[in-house]
């Protein structure tokens, strides 16, 4: 029997609006309520479209007392006051892609500009000052104290990351704007700032010292984002009409949307989470695909990787303390701390007695976006020239078993490559063919959700690469300027096939490249 049709907040973004209009709403009205209890400056750290937008705006309902919005949630069992207060409710997304110290300033201003009118706040000021007037002047106005809501605080400053000059100035900026709040803290009720990373020398971090920080913290893991519970309870009807669409059981298709959405850890013992904006975009267009990338790739992480020379292809089994991930972006000394708070990696486990965390990419949604993302990057070729055709015939001829026809087709690819000034004469170097050839298979692996790794450990050295397929794995060795057998001694000797052996057939391959060719020229093949 066909299940009733649900409307979605594909684009919405606003609580009152989902609300009013009947879409679909998973109920965190709950932990929403207790992140007002726990203290009055609060302050989420959460990947692009993962709901903080929506959580803002729910506040913002909630404190102007809007009562009738809640009806049938959760918060109604908790809450017994629905004062209504004067709300400052600022989304800083609109400061992204300034490129100047005055442009910024003025966009700040321009943000504030309906409350500046509303509260009589008048005259030539800067963005600081106007918020601390509109501030006073709500509390002064109203009797009440205030609640400020700023949304995406650190958009003004990932794009300018690498710019240190521009990101000093804008700093500045920013310290200015948001040191008021400290000053201000007698005529606020409550303070909730959102963003994707953290900044420790904003005065938002330094002198708000009662700032707490709720990203981490196990009890509002769950605050934005789909949990496996909500997934398998308020959304039951959706998971059955998209079910029914792909003409499968129901068990089907959640074990195809937690494959494709599902991953994410925000604390030690979080539950498993789902990408909101994807998952409820799957089932609007009863289509599961990769919807995170649409927009691509960010231009800011893309810059950090490159900056801190990042080896993408180490990505899967990174173990780390917080504080080399959760920590001030300004002060990163590689990418971890960029690539966990923007989603690009999560927390896969956690280990008590040592304090330490294993960190993964989450899904293949994330996976597979990241590879067309980077492959362009780290092989020096426009994105044009990245055929997933090649990707599909190597694949198809891998599961099939068709290793030579897998290798000749490589061969033929990587021969075809227009190598640009520059890159060739990096290509020369052993280390630089190598880490290029590894990145490359990497990439395009993942492309096709195929479990790839690179520098596999043994007891007795690193294999380049093994590919896991159903039913069998792949062992593969580079020999630059050395002989393919020589690669395929080195897999025997080694023992690198060995851990694999129980369990699937496995298929050993060495190869040689050539830096005067530039070409993968022979290849010997054993299982």
């Not at 300033?105 to 008048?122: C, G, R, S």
Request: charged share 25%; hydrophobic share 40%; with cysteine.
């Amino acid at each position: 029997m066909s299940q009733q049709e649900r409307f979605y907040p594909i684009g919405i973004q606003t609580f009152s609006e989902i609300i009013s209009s009947g879409r679909v709403y998973v109920d965190k009205t709950d932990l929403m309520w207790k992140a007002q209890r726990l203290s009055k400056f609060v302050f989420l750290s959460r990947p692009r479209r993962f709901g903080k937008s929506l959580l803002s705006t729910t506040f913002k309902s909630f404190f102007e007392g809007r009562r009738d919005l809640f009806e049938g949630l959760k918060v109604m069992e908790l809450e017994r006051d629905w004062t209504a207060y004067p709300v400052i409710h600022l989304d800083l997304s609109m400061a992204k892609n300034e490129k100047t110290e005055s442009a910024l300033q003025e966009t700040l201003l321009f943000i504030m500009a309906p409350y500046a009118k509303e509260y009589n706040v008048t005259g030539i000021l800067s963005p600081g000052k106007q918020l601390s007037l509109i501030i006073r002047n709500a509390f002064e106005k109203t009797g009440k104290q205030v609640v400020v809501l700023i949304d995406e605080y650190d958009a003004p400053l990932l794009d300018v990351l690498h710019e240190s000059e521009l990101l000093d100035a804008f700093r500045r900026v920013m310290q200015e704007f948001y040191q008021v709040l400290k000053a201000s803290e007698a005529m606020i009720r409550f303070c909730f700032i959102t963003g994707v990373t953290k900044f420790s020398q904003l005065s938002i971090f330094s002198t708000i010292n009662n700032l707490n920080n709720i990203s981490m913290l196990p009890q509002f893991a769950a605050i934005c984002g789909i949990t496996e519970t909500e997934l398998t309870t308020q959304l039951t009807p959706d998971v059955a009409l998209l079910a029914e669409v792909y003409e499968e059981p129901a068990d089907v298709t959640l074990a195809r949307l937690k494959a494709r959405y599902d991953g994410y850890h925000f604390s030690w013992s979080s539950e498993d989470i789902y990408n909101p904006y994807s998952l409820l975009k799957a089932f609007a267009n009863k289509v599961v695909d990769n919807y995170w990338f649409e927009s691509g790739t960010p231009t800011f992480l893309i810059n950090q990787l490159q900056q801190f020379d990042t080896d993408i292809t180490a990505l899967d089994d990174v173990e780390a303390s917080s504080s080399a991930f959760d920590s001030p972006t300004e002060a990163m000394t590689d990418a971890l701390p960029l690539l966990y708070q923007s989603g690009y990696v999560t927390i896969k486990g956690y280990d008590r007695e040592s304090d330490t965390y294993t960190l993964g990419i989450p899904n293949r949604e994330v996976r597979v976006g990241l590879a067309y993302g980077l492959l362009p990057v780290y092989v020096g070729l426009k994105q044009d020239i990245v055929k997933l055709g090649f990707a599909l015939k190597f694949w198809r001829a891998l599961k099939s078993g068709d290793i030579e026809g897998a290798l000749r087709g490589m061969q033929t690819y990587f021969e075809g490559l227009p190598y640009i000034a520059g890159f060739k004469r990096k290509l020369a170097e052993v280390s630089t063919a190598e880490g290029f050839y590894e990145w490359t298979f990497y990439l395009i692996f993942s492309m096709l959700n195929v479990y790839v790794r690179t520098q596999v450990k043994t007891i007795r050295g690193r294999a380049d690469m093994v590919v896991h397929m159903p039913g069998v794995t792949y062992v593969f060795e580079l020999k630059v300027n050395g002989t393919a057998q020589e690669a395929m001694e080195q897999i025997n000797s080694k023992g690198y096939a060995i851990p694999y052996t129980a369990d699937s057939r496995v298929v050993k391959v060495g190869m040689r490249f050539s830096t005067e060719t530039l070409a993968i020229e022979d290849w010997v093949v054993e299982g």
